[in-house]
Structures are given as structure tokens and as C-alpha cells.
């Protein structure tokens, strides 16, 4: 594994760092490689139920690609780091943004399923500025994500947007002072953890595959048929969590 990113685990948290503080945490050819093979590894590990991406250092969370390995980089199976088409990650994937979050390091975020952000923070898609296009993913996620208007702006001006403005957008979850990132990103993990392994990652299921389907009706009415909701519906944690309502006790989750 590349030492260009590190990666650690508390108990079912899995935290990615971009480890490239100098360089703004911009990413390498090898870094998309690397970042790849550790979703692969936590997609795989049954005991990892979250997993939390940031940067080295609180000036950056990413600046994006490393203009100086050049324009056109293949990226690997996963899309742009590693997460930007990986479709099929039904566990919680949290941004920890610490610092600027500018192109490919926005698009990173956009891909995660909450963004965490430090109050200093702050997210743009400046790709045009240097005669580019934001192609990893954040040119369709930002608009479905806050809608067409306010993201065509972003898009077209370059213009950074804080955090706060972020929150107030739609796509920032949550800001915290600089000190209290890591202590809030932990208290959102905690919340999550408290549901059924299988509930949740079959929660994110649906709501992604629903937003395929062309209108609500149909979502509802295909959603008995989404693998994930089958699976969570023939699971011991179903039943585990009546049982425990019933006899009035924490439910003890066995992730099957």
C-alpha cells in the first residue's frame, strides 16, 4: 500500500487519510490506485462497518489531482479515488473535510454519503480555471445533490463556497470549529453503529436504487425486489430487533 495514503481502524471504523499535506493532498496516479485497493479491502471486511475519509494536516481535505502527473489519468475500477463509480458500497462512507475541498478533492466528498466539514473548510470546482472538466463524478452529483440553479453556479463562476454555505446548500451535513471535527465526525459514527449493520447498508441501497427508478410509485413498488431490501428482510437482525423491543433490551446485532 502506497504510503501516500494511511489507513487505521477503530473497532468498525475504517479512517482513510490522503497523506500528501504539502501538496495540498492532491492526488497521484498512485493514489488512485492505492485508494482503490483500500475501498476494495474495507468493502470486503465484514467487521468494518463505516469508513471515514480525510486529509493529512487542517489546510486540505484534497485539492484534487496532482496537475503535474498530467491531464487524462485512467482511473482505476472504482472511478476517481477509488469511490467515484463504486456504485455497489452500501456502507456508510463519511467525508472528514478538514481544510479546502477543491475539484476532485470536492468531487471525493460529493461521493461520500455524509460530509463532515471544519468551520475553515471550504468546496469548489475551479477545473475551468485551468481549461479543465470536473469528470470525476462532480458535475452529476453536485446538481441532483442541491439542485440545478445553485450548482450550475458553482460550477460555471469556480467560486469557492464555505462551509457554512455548504450546510446551507444541501451538501454539507454538519460544521464543526477546527478542534471539534474529529469529536463530532466520531459522534455521527456512533449514531450510525447503533443501527442494524444490515438495516442501514440496506437503507443507502434503497434510496440509490430509487433514484433510478423514474417516479416514486414505481420506486415503492420495486423496492420488495431490491436484493439488499430481500436480504435484510430474511436476516436474524430483522427479528433480532423486534425481539429486543418486545423484552425491553438493547438488541445485540450479529451483522447476518
Known amino acids: 500500500m502506497s504510503d501516500q495514503i494511511l489507513i487505521s481502524q477503530e473497532n468498525a471504523v475504517t479512517r482513510i487519510t490522503l497523506n500528501r499535506p504539502k501538496q ?8 488512485h490506485a492505492a485508494l482503490d485497493q483500500a475501498f476494495d479491502a474495507f468493502a470486503a471486511d465484514e467487521d468494518q462497518l463505516i469508513a471515514v475519509i480525510t486529509g493529512m494536516g487542517d489546510k486540505a481535505f484534497c485539492a484534487g489531482s496532482d496537475l503535474k502527473s498530467g491531464l487524462g489519468v485512467d482511473y482505476p475500477e472504482g472511478g476517481y479515488a477509488g469511490i467515484g463509480k463504486r456504485f455497489d458500497l452500501n456502507k456508510p462512507v463519511i467525508a472528514m473535510v478538514n481544510g479546502i475541498a477543491l475539484g476532485g478533492g470536492f468531487e471525493l466528498a460529493l461521493a461520500c454519503d455524509l460530509i463532515i466539514a471544519s468551520s475553515t473548510a471550504s468546496f469548489g470546482l475551479p477545473e475551468p ?16 445533490q442541491i439542485g440545478l440553479k445553485p450548482a450550475m453556479e458553482i460550477i460555471l463562476t469556480s467560486r469557492r463556497v464555505s462551509a457554512k454555505r455548504g450546510k446551507k446548500l444541501g451538501f454539507v451535513n454538519a460544521v464543526a470549529a477546527p478542534e471539534h471535527l474529529k469529536t463530532l465526525t466520531k459522534a455521527y459514527c456512533d449514531m450510525i453503529l447503533k443501527g442494524a449493520p444490515g438495516a442501514i447498508e440496506a437503507s443507502k441501497a434503497v434510496v440509490n436504487r430509487s433514484l433510478g427508478e423514474p417516479d416514486l410509485e414505481t420506486a415503492m413498488s420495486n423496492q420488495d425486489d431490491y436484493p439488499e431490501y430481500v436480504n435484510w428482510k430474511n436476516s436474524e437482525d430483522a427479528m433480532e430487533g423486534i425481539n429486543a423491543f418486545i423484552e425491553k433490551r438493547p438488541p445485540v446485532w450479529k451483522g447476518r
Do not use: D, F
Open 24 to 31: 495540498m493532498n492532491s492526488i497521484t496516479p498512485e493514489m
Open 129 to 144: 480555471l485551468v481549461g479543465a472538466v470536473a469528470l470525476g463524478g462532480g458535475l452529476h452529483r453536485l446538481p441532483r
